[in-house]
């Protein structure tokens, strides 16, 4: 214990350059702006301090991942602001990471790096580890052949800390025995899962999952609606373990509820694969409550990535009643924000039949015509 003269520092945050591209032949709908936006957090997330953020729009892919003048100005920035690592916005090759940190003479990593490091300080459960190992194994197995062989002089930290920290300097047999054993573990878990939704099904109860894009207000709808206490935090990636607990609605009938890890844009595969287990509980669900942030900006955009992952996963076709949360937060009206909503389900060629749920889980507003909302979308389903 620390004396009464003693005190405990943290450590400095790591300061950190920002780069992204647009790319001219391809634009994407996702605004770069907004996505730069997202990395920023997700980089103070993980203990950066993004002081400089460089974009450019290019034609094409970079070996450099930006053109040499970016690069330049780049490498100027670096140097002149004491810059510890740069983060790409876009998971980069291989030779792409080792070209760059030649060049630059400091830690690189990329989007996909940066969510895995931060999925790796966010697990807490046994299963949430193993599927962070998972992705950081399978990610780093590409990268062997000496591309990271120089990180040592690099240091640590950011982009290289968690359980697959220590495969630099393992050869590809290892990490592929490695890899072998995870997914073992992974499976042996999934089993259980299986066992203990079936055991579910036999009591004839319906099974709703929270879906959504990371920082919606999932945990804080499942704490109201079930009394829980997951943890809520204004932060990415609060929830990476999934926490099932059982509601009774309106008419004495009870089902289960499951809370489940947020979407992202440009989302890494390795971990939407990595992470199967834990999604496989939504797959399962008679009905999604998909909740959306209506005050964000970006709300519709953030919908359809959501969409598209779950079309991804096979889940699309699953009933689902649209939360629109955080309404406390919204500068409009309510009634124009549901005709806006309606308006944009439609051009979605979204089923007319989903309904939509106006709420705030802080402020415990419009919980009771939610649950008559999904009584009402389950027994639809039963009929």
Do not use: C
Not at 201 to 219: D, E, L, P
Not at 275 to 292: G, I, N, P
Not at 295 to 308: A, G, M, P, R
Request: glycine fraction near 6%.
């Amino acid at each position: 214990m620390p004396g009464k003269n003693s005190f405990i520092t943290k450590p400095t945050p790591e300061k950190a350059l920002l780069a992204g591209v647009e790319k001219r032949d391809n634009p994407d709908k996702w605004p770069l702006s907004e996505s730069m936006f997202e990395l920023a957090e997700l980089a103070r997330s993980v203990g950066a301090n993004p002081v400089i953020t460089v974009t450019q729009k290019i034609h094409g892919s970079q070996p450099t991942y930006v053109g040499k003048g970016k690069l330049m100005e780049i490498v100027g920035h670096v140097k002149h602001n004491q810059i510890k690592i740069v983060i790409l916005d876009d998971e980069l090759r291989p030779s792409q990471q080792k070209v760059l940190e030649e060049k630059l003479q400091v830690k690189v990593i990329d989007r996909t790096a940066l969510i895995i490091d931060l999925f790796a300080q966010r697990a807490r459960s046994r299963e949430g580890k193993l599927q962070v190992d998972l992705a950081q194994t399978e990610y780093l197995l590409p990268r062997l052949a000496g591309q990271w062989s120089h990180l040592e002089r690099l240091g640590g930290g950011i982009g290289t800390r968690g359980p697959g920290e220590t495969q630099i300097e393992t050869d590809r047999r290892l990490v592929r025995s490695k890899l072998s054993k995870i997914k073992k573990e992974i499976n042996k878990i999934q089993k259980q899962r299986r066992q203990q939704r079936n055991l579910r099904r036999v009591t004839n109860k319906a099974s709703v999952s929270i879906v959504g894009y990371t920082n919606a207000g999932k945990s804080a709808l499942f704490n109201q609606l079930t009394a829980g206490r997951v943890v809520e935090k204004n932060q990415l990636f609060s929830t990476l373990d999934t926490t099932t607990r059982q509601i009774q609605l309106n008419r004495h009938s009870n089902v289960t509820i499951s809370d489940t890890v947020g979407f992202v844009s440009k989302l890494p595969s390795i971990l939407v694969s990595a992470f199967k287990t834990t999604l496989e509980e939504a797959s399962e669900a008679d009905l999604f409550l998909h909740v959306v942030d209506v005050s964000n900006d970006y709300s519709f955009e953030k919908y359809e990535i959501v969409n598209q992952m779950l079309t991804q996963l096979s889940l699309a076709q699953t009933p689902s009643i649209l939360v629109l949360n955080k309404i406390d937060l919204l500068k409009e009206g309510k009634r124009e924000t549901i005709e806006r909503w309606k308006d944009f389900l439609q051009i979605f060629n979204v089923d007319d039949r989903t309904p939509i749920a106006i709420t705030s889980a802080t402020k415990h507003y419009g919980l009771k015509r939610l649950k008559n909302l999904m009584e009402n979308k389950i027994q639809q389903g039963n009929n």
